[in-house]
């Protein structure tokens, strides 16, 4: 890539805060984090307490944590409403008429929502979900494009103790079906279709085509963005604006317990079957709350911007929850970073004048490729922060990020976390952390995280080894849907009082964290999640494939690309039709993103004597072109030499 640099290594490069940020900031000095740090693993009582006045309560909790292991329930006795917190105080008070939501549409139509506005139609919307049947407790799917009504259709089943499980809109069919299956949803909010490349996505056509192999959804609302032509079936689907239009736009806020579950979202773990990370109302609200406040730095006449989309975590936590419960104004764009071209996001940027901006390194990687062209035309001096979210980011990208988009002052929040933990927990505090290009810094507060080896020993500093926290913090999963064992075993079972976050990791002699990557099957492409298990079931289930092996191998503007290897039935051998046939077959079931970048027809993959596929070695000879490691194990040692023909070494 172009951004090289043959300077000093990236660990001696020191950006210390900006005194000017320092100024206006809440925390301006590393003895005050250190103070309030202390004050949150020592005194979590004291802390959150403190803190959690900053919500509003309907009944104020009688205790901060009960947490029996591993199982946690935060701000207990507390009865709280997260959609009033994130609307209601913010439009029945000073914030009435500031824009809570400016929107753009791919195609350049804009909406302004003011917080009085929103207000109106989460009330709206509300009162259609509870016309339609929808109770406290039921599973709301919302598979939607990125627009306003995506967050208004969350807000809605917040307020009214409903579920929602968001689908990201590129997902296909099938995944559509698991979902639905797993958890039992009964109301699907959708839309004709979405922008997307100047493309129509039909999500409704998706949905109808799911909702033919699980009938448990007696509702689909369905609100109108792209026009085309949609099926509605009678008794079923109901327009959203039609729907809207019998209904007050007033609502009552009810109070939920603190532990009311808040959403499912579905993730990809090491097995086949994606996991429903669920999550509940205070200690999630408190934790995105506080995050935004302190990380992000808030404040009233920023605008702020979060390029996720709403179908992951981040969209879940920093566009809809952390934000609004912030009462800040902030951008939601449809579309793709390149429609019509690589200075969409600039355009925006200076003409709304973006104050923070939030995105993946995926995404930077994509600019820099494209060209300083794209952006040297557009004046983003109003931007004040940076940050950068869902995967390691490289230096010399990290570099490239605070020049030409922060104007070589911006500080930049390299912020690590996950859909479990709800909330980011590594982080610098733009206004005291010293940064280093590379490494998310330090621990956030109540986040107690350390780096084990295999036994579970703390490392030292500078040692390689597996991250974990060591206490439970407001945010965190409570477990995974209709699933204790699987939430135990997957999260707690490694290392006895443990969370285990999958990543791999060291801390400097500084105590900064420096996140090397997924230790699980686990790929990260374009900053999305993707089960190998997943990829390799959906090879397996078209007709030709007798065996499939999945695996990541690093990539230059994805962070990881998918690698498969695939045996077929009857020993065939594999043609480039096939080859084109099989990656769209994954897209149809999982979706365009888990598409294979390359594909390896092979009569044989690498297998123990027991039959288990020897994932490491396909890794190792992807990446390396040789075998190294202990083979003694192979049940047929001739296929290493046979890979190593297929993959031209
Ligand atoms: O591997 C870590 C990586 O993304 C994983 C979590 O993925 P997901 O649940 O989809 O959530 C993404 C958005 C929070 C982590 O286990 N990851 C996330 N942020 C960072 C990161 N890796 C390195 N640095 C980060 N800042």
Not at 206 to 217: M, Q, T
Not at 535 to 545: C, P, Q, S, T, W
């Amino acid at each position: 890539m172009s951004t090289k640099r043959k300077s000093k290594s990236p660990e001696a490069q020191v950006f210390k805060p900006d005194k000017k940020f320092a100024k206006t900031t809440r925390i301006s000095s590393m003895a005050q984090y250190k103070r309030m740090w202390k004050e949150s693993i020592d005194s979590p009582s004291k802390f959150w307490a403190r803190e959690a006045k900053d919500l509003t309560w309907q009944k104020k909790w009688s205790k901060v944590l009960d947490w029996k292991a591993p199982f946690a329930e935060w701000f207990v006795g507390g009865k709280i409403n997260v959609c009033e917190n994130c609307v209601d105080r913010h439009a029945d008070g000073p914030r009435k008429n500031k824009a809570a939501i400016i929107f753009e549409g791919e195609p350049g139509d804009r909406t302004v929502l003011t917080y009085a506005q929103l207000k109106r139609e989460v009330c709206k919307f509300a009162n259609v979900l509870e016309a339609n049947g929808v109770k406290s407790k039921d599973r709301v799917i919302i598979y939607m494009p990125m627009i306003p009504e995506a967050a208004i259709a969350m807000l809605a089943c917040a307020r009214i103790g409903a579920v929602h499980s968001v689908i990201f809109g590129g997902f296909a069919v099938d995944a559509i079906v698991d979902r639905l299956e797993d958890s039992g949803a009964t109301t699907v909010i959708t839309a004709d279709g979405g922008w997307r490349r100047g493309k129509v996505v039909p999500l409704k056509d998706n949905v109808d085509a799911a909702l033919e192999k699980y009938k448990g959804v007696k509702k689909v609302i369905v609100a109108k963005r792209t026009g085309q032509d949609v099926t509605m079936k009678r008794g079923r689907d109901l327009w959203w604006n039609e729907e809207c239009a019998k209904v007050p736009g007033t609502h009552k806020a009810k109070a939920f317990d603190s532990e009311h579950p808040l959403f499912i979202l579905y993730t990809s773990g090491s097995t086949g079957k994606p996991k429903g990370i669920l999550h509940t109302s205070a200690g999630y609200l408190m934790g995105t709350y506080i995050s935004c406040k302190y990380i992000f730095d808030m404040k009233d006449d920023d605008v702020y911007w979060c390029t996720a989309d709403v179908g992951w975590i981040t969209g879940h936590s920093y566009i809809v929850y952390g934000p609004m419960a912030n009462g800040v104004t902030q951008v939601m764009y449809e579309g793709a970073p390149n429609q019509p071209d690589f200075s969409r996001f600039w355009r925006i940027c200076e003409d709304l004048g973006v104050t923070i901006f939030y995105t993946a390194p995926t995404a930077i990687r994509a600019f820099i490729r494209a060209g300083e062209e794209f952006i040297k035309p557009y004046d983003l001096s109003s931007i004040r922060l940076l940050g950068s979210v869902g995967e390691p980011i490289n230096p010399d990208v990290w570099l490239w990020y605070r020049e030409h988009i922060g104007g070589g002052k911006a500080p930049i929040v390299d912020t690590w976390w996950q859909t479990e933990t709800g909330s980011i927990l590594i982080s610098p505090l733009p206004g005291c952390t010293p940064t280093i290009p590379g490494t998310a810094t330090l621990p956030f507060f109540g986040v107690d995280a350390a780096i084990v080896d295999e036994t579970g020993e703390e490392c030292k500093p500078d040692e390689s080894g597996r991250l974990v926290l060591r206490k439970p913090w407001p945010s965190m999963l409570r477990t995974i849907y209709n699933d204790k064992p699987r939430y135990k075993k997957t999260y707690w079972g490694d290392f006895k009082g443990l969370y285990t976050a999958g990543d791999g990791a060291r801390r400097d002699k500084q105590g900064n964290f420096w996140i090397t990557g997924r230790m699980d099957d686990v790929l990260n492409v374009s900053g999305h999640r993707l089960g190998t298990a997943e990829i390799e079931g959906a090879l397996v289930a078209h007709e030709a494939v007798a065996e499939a092996a999945v695996i990541g191998r690093p990539d230059d503007l994805k962070g990881q690309a998918v690698v498969a290897f695939v045996s077929l039935k009857g020993g065939k051998t594999g043609d480039d039709a096939l080859l084109k046939e099989l990656r769209n077959h994954v897209g149809k079931l999982i979706g365009a993103i888990a598409k294979p970048d390359d594909l390896h027809f092979t009569p044989a993959l690498p297998k123990t004597r027991s039959g288990k596929i020897m994932r490491r070695l396909l890794k190792e000879l992807v990446a390396t072109g040789n075998v190294t490691g202990n083979t003694t194990t192979l049940e047929d040692p001739t296929v290493i030499d046979n890979l190593k023909r297929i993959l031209g070494r």
